[in-house]
């Protein structure tokens, strides 16, 4: 999913939702809860694109309680200073496994992201 510089906490919960295909609860801790219990029993990733959205917004500690739900990969797609901003959550940054650069998908990359999205 892309996030939005215009997101809330809410707005993003509704937009994972949305691309999950799964008719939102009617709270934030609800709709959390949805999310991690379909990222647990699916055993696909969490995919953000723009994180630096989510950074600005401090609504990075709900991705962390998303993890800490499911257990489930999360990757985070963003600007080369993302891992710099997100020292001030020292709680989710120490949760980081690799920090790897982006780099330009080939054939076998796009194959296999075809394999995880619907």
Known sequence: MQANSTWTRKAFLLNVLKEMGITPAKTNYGMADQIAEQLALSGKPLIIDEMDYLVK?????????????????????????????????????NRVLEWVPAQPCDLGDARALANLCP
């Open 57 to 93: 917004k401090g609504i990075v500690e709900v991705v962390r309680d998303l993890y800490e739900g499911s257990n489930a990969t999360v990757l985070m797609v963003g600007e080369e200073h993302l891992p710099s901003k997100l020292n001030a959550w020292e709680r989710f940054h």
